[in-house]
């Protein structure tokens, strides 16, 4: 059995002792600090003085992060629509531009059309002016009257009224074909189609590379003497790359823009999410491209055609 060993020593201490203190006289209990403290902030919140300055001072914190907020929001920019541009407000009214037949006079004396198409507005069913012009004086041969070759028993009367009713059915029948194919009475998946093809052929590097400067390359020798290996030639129109990605997203994107201001819209769930699906997409393009171009021909002609802000790929975005 282990020696007891004496209390002082067990401590470490020479004098040990276990009386309790004796309180102050001028210490209050725990009860009554408690009490004092409660009073204290009844009367403070009694204190109309005291809860008008409160008040006073959140009004005004209150008051300047709502004009930070703001602030910011307009330095940003609107995230879904960006800046105006004459390139973007044209994707509203991609088919706005009535055809235009003007007649002309041909060689020989005959009269002909002229299909023109204002700005150069792309037609409907993947059509082009000059096809469509084709198409019409092929159809006007094809519809002429016949002319009888023995002159002796012609009775230029009869011809003369053919000849004017077969005029004025080319004409209902050219015009007919105006509205068919144009893009003012389409539907908005075919001016959609339409918006994409003019993205390609504005942002499609197989256009661009002839007008815009190249990113500038490393130098061999910073890189131990390897060379980059050359790219494959591309084959046709470029659909693939982030500028053309991006282009044909803002079309996109302002069409469910300003279908959900609609009356209804605001209940369409689902395009609110294919709206917010399609805005971060664009908006991680917009990093990238950024991040690879540092800011050169390419990332400003892109931002300035098509209006986009820093909202479009800085920070958060919120809808």
Known sequence: MPPRIPIPSRFGVSNLCFRPAALSSNALPITAVAN?????????????????????????????????????????????????????????????????????????????????????ILLNHFLKPSELEASIKHSQILTEPIVDKIRDAADPVIEAVAKKRHEEAHARATTAMARIVSLANASQKDKTRANVRRCIETFGRHNTDQTLKPRLQPNPSTLGGITAPEKTPRAGPDTGSSEVQIAILTAKIRVLANQLETRGGKKDKINKRNLRVMVHKRQKLLRYLRTKERGGDRWQHLVNTLGLSDGTWQGEISL
């Open 36 to 120: 004092a403290t409660t009073m204290a902030q009844r009367r403070k919140h009694k204190d109309p003085y005291a809860l008008a300055q409160a008040k006073q001072r959140k009004d005004a914190n209150l008051s300047r992060r709502a004009e930070l907020k703001e602030r910011r929001t307009k330095e940003l920019g609107d995230p879904v629509r960006g800046i105006s541009t004459p390139f973007l407000e044209s994707f509203d009214n991609v088919g706005g531009s009535t055809i235009i037949i003007d007649p002309k006079s041909t060689s020989d004396g005959s009269e002909g059309i002229e299909i023109k198409t204002a700005d150069n």
